[in-house]
Nanobody, 124 residues
Framework: QVQLVESGGGLVQTGGSLRLSCVAS????????MGWFRQAPGKEREFVAA????????YYADSVKGRFTISRDNAKNTVYLQMNSLKPADTAVYSC?????????????????WGQGTQVTVSS
């Protein structure tokens, strides 16, 4: 079956950086829009960023714009999330997701496959 595996999470102090990776298998990776979502304790899952299958379009939540950068390498079946200037409010479990067709880029239900998530903790 389709498998998405995230890595790169961890503990970082305020102002630090992390780079998350998500590698996909058993899909035609270049056919999928890829997204990143996060869920913090006591909060609902929220959209973070998304990138079109050809990398021609990118989308960001207002809360991360200017600090986070999403990119993809279709040859490696991998999508990345570079996170800079991290704040405690960024603490959450970050999950990557793949969307083949339809729906809005910022809507979780529009995505077909999900990774198990990686924990990001930002201390102050």
């Amino acid at each position: 079956q389709v498998q998405l595996v995230e890595s790169g999470g961890g503990l970082v102090q305020t102002g630090g950086s992390l780079r998350l990776s998500c590698v996909a298998s058993k899909i035609t990776f270049s056919s999928y829009t890829m997204g990143w979502f996060r869920q913090a304790p006591g909060k609902e899952r929220e959209f973070v960023a998304a990138i079109a299958r050809d990398a021609g379009r990118v989308y960001y939540a207002d809360s991360v714009k200017g600090r986070f950068t999403i990119s993809r390498d279709n040859a490696k079946n991998t999508v990345y999330l570079q996170m800079n200037s991290l704040k405690p409010a960024d603490t959450a479990v970050y999950s990557c997701a793949a969307r083949l067709i339809g729906g809005n880029y910022d809507t979780p239900s529009a995505y077909n496959y999900w990774g198990q998530g990686t924990q990001v903790t930002v201390s102050s």
